[in-house]
């Protein structure tokens, strides 16, 4: 017997180490402090998105001026220029976001506060339809990346999509400061091959006065065939905003960092945006000097920008294919700045009572794992969708991005109109500048986007706008129909009427029984007539209604239903409506014996009728039929 018992007691623990290797341990809620980070594990959590970004925004931007030729890849260095002093201003304000919300003031948190309801749901439905393309997005641009290293795994886009995407799910799961510490080191080397190239570059092309050799060749560009016009060059700058996505994300997980949360939000902030501007001017410098431009996507001889600037700069040996490996990783794995705020987004809606209030709750390793089973199964679901080539998404999310921005930097402007100060002038001003810049934006994106596809995010928004105002309307009828002030009544108290499901008698049944002589004088066993009824007809006299009376008990009396059709469930549940309709001032308690196996595999062997009969009686019942499990714990 020992044997056996320790053998269990094996098994149960193999199943928690299990569960340990991939989630981890589970921690205690005053562990949360432990799970603090600093900067160092900020940047990889929350700024992947952004960084990753300047592997595809330029290439978005340039692949737009491929017909004006060689004189196109002029101007993408004025575009870039124009998307970093935007990227400046929306620095500046969301630094004043962090520091004025140090809770964590997303653009949903800020404009619901400042702004009204239906502006902080416009933001939170923008937000999440952002976070849903970029988990999506990068995903596949880093398997899109790929498979243009290596064409064999054309085939199997999909499965390595979904594969990454499990992954990244199991990572997030782990808590946030594991999921820091694993993509650290991809983070930190791309962002060193990166910076190399472009130092690299850099000094070779003012040591050649402007006109460095390439030691690869990029292939030739083509003449133009379209004279610049204002259209085209807005259609460039809106595509090149991809690189500003994924700035929101800081300001939204601010107490995920240790103390003091704000300095700490607002210095790995400071890194991100720093670390992206360096790469994006870098590259638009690059470009133009070795004769670098965009390649059609999809068509022979396609090459992104980045692979062959690092070609032309440097060469292709192991720096190159170390560099190329990094930037794979970093594209895939950007999807986890959606995990990373995606989950602390929904949980604030939640707390207001827009989403459900599961989304508020806490996992075993502290994080809001219904969040990120929620991102995982819509992103999953998008990528199913598009088959993982989502290349058409990728200029689709900066709609949803600017739009939180806008409504972020406005609410702000009224944040400080109400607080006042010496300082809320200047303040008023930064935060403005910004609404007024990513308003704008804005506006660009969607009229020069609205046609490739970004009505779908216009669809979207306000579907989700739709969806969360009706989970707040019924959580308002809820409230409003439980709501009670009034003291407990005390009067006109009465037992209910036990009913109790009986298929024969045996220890459940009598368990049963037993405790329904607890609750009532009036106990009806209810059983369908059969083979065995008979058998049960005689048990019932011997067996129950004898015993009560030599102990003075209600005798309980065993009613009789016919089923002509051999229906179990639906005959029990009518005769305890028409029983509540028959006697309308008493109530009715249904208690049901359950067997209770150790062994979920042993459900296949049982009907497990109870589960439909308790389902039936929650649905078509009222508020004076109550349901009561009997549970009957078979040991083996």
Known sequence: MESKSSLMNDVRSARMNIADLLFGRPLATEEEKAEKIGPLEGVPIFGLDAL??????????LTLLIPLGMAGVIYI??????????LAIVYFSYRQTIEAYPQGGGSYTVATENLGVWPGLLAAASLMVDYILTAAVGISAGVGALVSAVPSLQEHIL??????LLLITIVNLRGVRETGALFMIPTYLFIACLLGMIGIGIFKALAAGGHPVPVVPPPKLTSATEVVTAWLLLRAFSSGCTAMTGVEAVSNGVMAFKEPPTKYAQLTLTIIIGILMVMLLGIAYLCPAYGVAATPPGQPGYESVLSQLLGAIIGKHTYYYVSIASILVVLSLSANTAFADFP????????????PYSLTLRGRRLVFVQGIYALSILTGTLLIIFGGITDRLIPLYAVGAFTAFTLSQAGMVMHWKRVGGPVS??????????????????????????????????????????????????????????????PIKTDNLCPPIALIPVERWNRVSAKAVRFAWNLSPEIRGLHIECETTAELQNNWERLVAEPARKAGLPVPQLVILKSPYRLVV???????????KEKPDDHIAVLIPELVERRWYYLLLHNNRSSALKALLYFKGNERITVINIPWYFNE
């Not at 260095?77 to 935007?86: G, N, Q």
């Not at 499965?159 to 990454?164: A, S």
């Open 77 to 86: 260095r004025p575009i870039s220029v124009a998307i970093v002093v935007l």
């Open 570 to 580: 639906r005959p029990i549940v009518e005769y305890t409506l028409n029983l509540a």
């Open 344 to 355: 602390r987004l929904c949980r604030a809606i939640a707390h207001n009572g827009y989403l």
């Open 52 to 61: 990753s970004s300047a592997a595809y925004g330029p290439e978005a931007a």
């Open 159 to 164: 499965g390595i999509c979904l594969g990454i």
């Open 425 to 486: 002038g200047k303040s008023m001003f930064i935060n403005g500048l910004g609404a007024v810049a990513t308003g704008i934006t804005t506006i660009v994106v969607l009229l020069t986007k609205f046609t490739e596809g970004a009505w779908i995010t216009v669809v979207l928004i306000p579907g989700l706008i739709w969806l969360m105002s009706s989970v707040h309307r019924h959580y308002v009828r809820i409230a409003e129909a439980t709501r009670y002030n009034s």
